[in-house]
């Protein structure tokens, strides 16, 4: 029996294991990093224990602290979630000595999977196909090259210890292996402390199409059917799908039946998958198994009504899994986007900051959403920058893609960069629509799918005008709402009512009059174009605007000319580095009084000086830099209290 549970993670996975152990009546204990204590899956958890570092090193990653934890907690099981410890086969061992259930399989078959070369070894003996390559233990540059001629150029050099598409190089030509052998080894050590690659044939526009199993303690494992996660940005996955469009009946078994081999070889128990690269002639080549859940599984559980963390809790206990491999359903079709904080006209940096607005689309039929952050959390750069999935079912995948189009739009945030815009685009892209998918998808389409936003022009700013008028504070308090006192529109005397700002949105400023002809409704800006009337997010916080208009959402401040002139880098700025650089002077200490405008660091960047100022009065809380510092755009540099 699992009466308490520990999570040993954060972020969206935690609280959405969280969230089944609350429907099973399980008692959830959530763990915690320094910088974590106030995180959405710590609110959301029934207990909680604080792990004292801030990096994953010094907190999510130490084992023995979060078997401590669970023992101190009186948790009888631990789930690892993905990432962390999920993948570590000492950990699961060590849960078991300290008689814990650990929430994913046998720590044998960790350690089977663990190294690709290895396990592609096995799985070829298991009858299961593999992408033609050489994973021997030869690590000479001469054995890659005789077995690159055999395979036949272009080919993949891939990190045995591998995984997140570290240490990975094609290689087009003979001419270019040296070379890129010694990087990917030196890539390879620094990510996973071993050296040694594998090299492979690299297919033409593969899709990546992965099947999830599942198996109990009683010998029963079955496919719950395929995702297909072509849709990939360096080697990483942003888009994922089930089922995969397009895959005759008998493929799909085919696959299906490869990973229950697989899964079987290794005497799996649990959730895993098995990823394969299908070519467009239908064969389809093993490339590795993820021993745990993985981020993408909400779709699979859209298309069986199958809770796959219930499952893992319920084979855990010895329960037999209630279907056969026909009986298992399938219904319609699921959508996942990875919302990332991070910049994609930036190389897809990551991004870091207070989450100064986050609004989530509602979830509800066909919606879902596990998000592991909510509005006015700090986005810390130590840890995997996903905010959030958004998830749609349909009837049909047609159906499934509307949706979550119309959840992308729903969806308010600002403060950290994000890649919403470029997940609307891409599900917005005709090749996506007619699904057209392959892991080439992204770098295609790459011009139509990262742009910048588009500009505003005269009508977006007669609607902030509006906007930001009808949301000011009322200047005048009374019990009149009619009083021309209480108005806000510029009310006078004998003149029609106008006002004159001065705002500024994307580094464009506008002196502008308030036009009146759009008006607030609660947060929703209503006005008619061509008598047909539209509807735009509308959200004031205290000296900002948020208008969601042509697809992004565009943040309005007014603008003061004569402030503006002495502020240093303007507008922007704030407690971020606004681009990576070095700190060349810290002038503030922790616990300093501070006045507005007070320069606080000194940014060194693409040769120029850039001065970080308060934008308000207040104490410094917190100094996140150091003189002679490198540090990425985004960083949160200081933390400044209000006074
Ligand atoms: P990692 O474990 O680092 O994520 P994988 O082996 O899972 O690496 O591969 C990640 C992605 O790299 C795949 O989804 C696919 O897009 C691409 N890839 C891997 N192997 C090949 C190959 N042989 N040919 C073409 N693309 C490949």
Same mark, same amino acid.
């Given at each position: 029996m699992i009466e308490r549970l520990l999570v040993a993670n954060r972020g969206e996975i935690a609280c959405r294991i969280i969230r089944t152990a609350r429907a099973m009546g399980i008692t959830s204990v959530a763990v915690h990093?320094?910088?974590?204590?106030?995180?959405?899956?710590?609110?959301?958890?029934?207990?909680?224990?604080?792990?004292?570092?801030?990096?994953?090193?010094?907190?999510? &990653?130490?084992?023995? *602290?979060?078997? $401590?934890? =669970?023992?101190?907690?009186? %948790?009888?099981?631990?789930?690892?979630? @993905?990432?962390?410890?999920?993948?570590?086969?000492?950990?699961?061992?060590?849960?078991?000595?300290?008689?814990?259930?650990?929430?994913?399989?046998?720590?044998?078959?960790i350690e089977a999977m663990g190294d690709k070369a290895a396990a592609k070894a096995l799985m070829g003996a298991a009858g299961v196909p593999l992408v033609p390559g050489y994973h021997g233990a030869q690590q000479d540059q001469q054995s890659f090259r005789k077995a690159a001629e055999q395979i036949g150029y272009p080919v993949l050099l891939k990190a045995s210890a591998g995984g997140g598409g570290k240490g990975m190089k094609v290689v087009e030509k003979p001419?270019?292996?040296?070379?890129? &052998?010694?990087?990917? *080894?030196?890539? $390879?050590? =620094?990510?996973?402390?071993? %050296?040694?690659?594998?090299?492979?044939? @690299?297919?033409?526009?593969?899709?990546?199409?992965?099947?999830?199993?599942?198996?109990?303690?009683?010998?029963?494992?079955?496919?719950?059917?395929?995702?297909?996660?072509?849709?990939?940005?360096?080697?990483?996955?942003?888009?994922?799908?089930?089922?995969?469009?397009?895959?005759?009946?008998?493929?799909?078994?085919?696959?299906?039946?490869?990973?229950v081999r697989a899964a079987q070889a290794i005497g799996y128990v649990g959730a895993g998958t098995v990823e394969f690269l299908l070519d467009d002639q239908g064969g389809f080549y093993f490339m590795e198994m993820n021993t745990r859940l993985q981020v993408e599984h909400p779709v699979t559980e859209a298309i069986t009504g199958l809770d796959l963390v219930s499952w893992q809790i319920r084979v855990a206990c010895g329960e037999v899994l209630p279907f056969t491999q026909a009986q298992l359903p399938l219904q319609g079709h699921a959508i996942e986007v990875r919302l990332y904080a991070e910049d994609p006209l930036n190389d897809f940096l990551p991004a870091s900051g207070l989450l100064q607005l986050y609004r989530e689309p509602t979830a509800g039929e066909g919606r879902r959403v596990d998000s592991g952050v909510a509005e006015g959390d700090h986005i810390s750069p130590f840890y995997d920058p996903l905010l959030a999935k958004l998830v749609a079912w349909g009837e049909t995948r047609e159906q499934a893609r509307l949706r979550l189009l119309g959840m992308l739009d729903?969806?308010?945030?600002?403060?950290?960069?994000?890649n919403r815009a470029f997940l609307q685009r891409i599900l917005a892209e005709p090749a996506?629509?007619?699904?057209?998918?392959?892991?080439?998808?992204?770098?295609?389409?790459?011009?139509?799918?990262?742009?910048?936003?588009?500009?505003?022009?005269?009508?977006?700013?007669a609607l902030a005008a509006d906007a930001w008028l009808q949301s000011e504070p009322a200047p005048m308090r009374g019990d009149d709402p009619h009083s021309p006192w209480a108005a806000r529109s510029?009310?006078?005397?004998?003149?029609?009512?106008?006002?004159?700002?001065?705002?500024?949105?994307?580094?464009?400023?506008?002196?502008?009059?308030?036009?009146?002809?759009?008006?607030?409704?609660?947060?929703?800006?209503?006005?008619?174009?061509?008598?047909?009337?539209?509807r735009l997010r509308a959200i004031r916080q205290g000296d900002t605007l948020y208008l969601q208009w042509r697809g992004a959402l565009r943040c309005i401040r007014r603008f003061d000319p004569t402030a503006a002139a002495d502020a240093g880098h303007g507008i922007a700025g704030g407690l971020n580095a606004p681009m990576s650089g070095s700190i060349v002077r810290v002038l503030v200490e922790v616990g300093q009084q501070v006045e507005q405008g007070q320069a606080l660091l000194v940014l060194e960047a693409m040769k120029m000086e850039h001065s970080i100022r308060a934008p308000h009065a207040g104490t410094i809380g917190a100094l996140h830099c150091s003189e002679g510092e490198m540090v990425t755009e985004g960083a949160v540099l200081v933390e400044l209290r209000e006074a």
């Amino acid at each position: 029996m699992i009466e308490r549970l520990l999570v040993a993670n954060r972020g969206e996975i935690a609280c959405r294991i969280i969230r089944t152990a609350r429907a099973m009546g399980i008692t959830s204990v959530a763990v915690h990093s320094a910088t974590d204590s106030g995180a959405r899956h710590v609110r959301e958890a029934d207990l909680a224990v604080d792990l004292g570092g801030e990096r994953p090193a010094q907190s999510y &990653l130490l084992g023995e *602290r979060i078997i $401590a934890a =669970a023992q101190a907690s009186g %948790a009888q099981a631990i789930h690892p979630g @993905y990432g962390f410890l999920s993948e570590n086969a000492a950990f699961a061992r060590a849960c078991e000595a300290a008689g814990l259930i650990f929430l994913g399989p046998p720590a044998a078959a960790i350690e089977a999977m663990g190294d690709k070369a290895a396990a592609k070894a096995l799985m070829g003996a298991a009858g299961v196909p593999l992408v033609p390559g050489y994973h021997g233990a030869q690590q000479d540059q001469q054995s890659f090259r005789k077995a690159a001629e055999q395979i036949g150029y272009p080919v993949l050099l891939k990190a045995s210890a591998g995984g997140g598409g570290k240490g990975m190089k094609v290689v087009e030509k003979p001419a270019e292996l040296a070379e890129a &052998l010694e990087s990917a *080894r030196r890539e $390879a050590q =620094a990510a996973f402390g071993d %050296a040694r690659l594998l090299v492979e044939k @690299y297919l033409a526009r593969p899709r990546h199409v992965e099947i999830q199993v599942f198996a109990d303690r009683h010998g029963h494992c079955l496919y719950l059917h395929e995702r297909d996660c072509s849709i990939q940005r360096r080697h990483q996955k942003v888009v994922e799908e089930a089922p995969a469009p397009g895959l005759s009946t008998e493929l799909r078994a085919a696959m299906g039946q490869a990973a229950v081999r697989a899964a079987q070889a290794i005497g799996y128990v649990g959730a895993g998958t098995v990823e394969f690269l299908l070519d467009d002639q239908g064969g389809f080549y093993f490339m590795e198994m993820n021993t745990r859940l993985q981020v993408e599984h909400p779709v699979t559980e859209a298309i069986t009504g199958l809770d796959l963390v219930s499952w893992q809790i319920r084979v855990a206990c010895g329960e037999v899994l209630p279907f056969t491999q026909a009986q298992l359903p399938l219904q319609g079709h699921a959508i996942e986007v990875r919302l990332y904080a991070e910049d994609p006209l930036n190389d897809f940096l990551p991004a870091s900051g207070l989450l100064q607005l986050y609004r989530e689309p509602t979830a509800g039929e066909g919606r879902r959403v596990d998000s592991g952050v909510a509005e006015g959390d700090h986005i810390s750069p130590f840890y995997d920058p996903l905010l959030a999935k958004l998830v749609a079912w349909g009837e049909t995948r047609e159906q499934a893609r509307l949706r979550l189009l119309g959840m992308l739009d729903e969806l308010c945030l600002a403060g950290v960069r994000s890649n919403r815009a470029f997940l609307q685009r891409i599900l917005a892209e005709p090749a996506f629509a007619a699904a057209e998918l392959d892991t080439g998808f992204i770098e295609r389409h790459r011009e139509r799918l990262l742009q910048a936003p588009g500009a505003v022009d005269e009508s977006f700013w007669a609607l902030a005008a509006d906007a930001w008028l009808q949301s000011e504070p009322a200047p005048m308090r009374g019990d009149d709402p009619h009083s021309p006192w209480a108005a806000r529109s510029g009310w006078r005397a004998g003149m029609p009512a106008t006002s004159t700002l001065h705002l500024v949105c994307d580094a464009a400023a506008q002196r502008l009059q308030a036009p009146g002809q759009a008006h607030l409704e609660g947060e929703w800006l209503v006005h008619s174009v061509d008598g047909v009337e539209q509807r735009l997010r509308a959200i004031r916080q205290g000296d900002t605007l948020y208008l969601q208009w042509r697809g992004a959402l565009r943040c309005i401040r007014r603008f003061d000319p004569t402030a503006a002139a002495d502020a240093g880098h303007g507008i922007a700025g704030g407690l971020n580095a606004p681009m990576s650089g070095s700190i060349v002077r810290v002038l503030v200490e922790v616990g300093q009084q501070v006045e507005q405008g007070q320069a606080l660091l000194v940014l060194e960047a693409m040769k120029m000086e850039h001065s970080i100022r308060a934008p308000h009065a207040g104490t410094i809380g917190a100094l996140h830099c150091s003189e002679g510092e490198m540090v990425t755009e985004g960083a949160v540099l200081v933390e400044l209290r209000e006074a």
